[in-house]
C-alpha cells in the first residue's frame, strides 16, 4: 500500500489548489482515504474524508464549504479541491487510509489511519 500526495505551492489568500493523493498496490475505491494537515506547531488535524463504494464525505468545520474531496477509480487518485485559501489553511497535507472496513466518520482521526503518504506544502500568503 503506497500513498502519494501532490499538487501543494503557494497561493494567495482567495486562490484555489488541488491536491492529488494516487495510490498504488490497492484499488482507491475498497477504502476509505482521509486528508490531513499538520501547520509548525500544531497537532495532525483532520480535513476530509471519502468512504469507500459510495464515497460518503465529511470535513472539517474549518474547511466546510470551501473544500471539496473526491475519487476518480479509472485513475485510482482521490482530490481535495481547496477553495478561497486563508492564511490558516497553511500546512503540510497528507493523505492516509487504512483499515478496509473503516468507514469515515464526522470526527477524522489519526488512530484510524495506518498507512500515509509523504505530504505536500500548501502556504497561503500575499
Known amino acids: 500500500v503506497q500513498l502519494q500526495a501532490s499538487g501543494g505551492g503557494l497561493v494567495q489568500p482567495g486562490g484555489s489548489l488541488r491536491l492529488s493523493c494516487a495510490a498504488s498496490g490497492f484499488t482507491l475505491d475498497y477504502y476509505s482515504i482521509a486528508w490531513f494537515r499538520q501547520a509548525p506547531g500544531k497537532e495532525r488535524e483532520g480535513v476530509s474524508c471519502?468512504?469507500?463504494?459510495?464515497?460518503?464525505?465529511t470535513y472539517a468545520d474549518s474547511v466546510k464549504g470551501r473544500f471539496t474531496i473526491s475519487r476518480e477509480n479509472a485513475k485510482n487518485v482521490v482530490y481535495l479541491q481547496m477553495n478561497s485559501l486563508k492564511p490558516e489553511d497553511s500546512a503540510v497535507y497528507y493523505c492516509a487510509t487504512g483499515d478496509p472496513m473503516y468507514y469515515c466518520s464526522e470526527s477524522i482521526e489519526e488512530v484510524d489511519f495506518s498507512s500515509w503518504g509523504q505530504g505536500t506544502q500548501v502556504t497561503v500568503s500575499s
Open positions: 471519502i468512504a469507500q463504494r459510495d464515497g460518503f464525505t
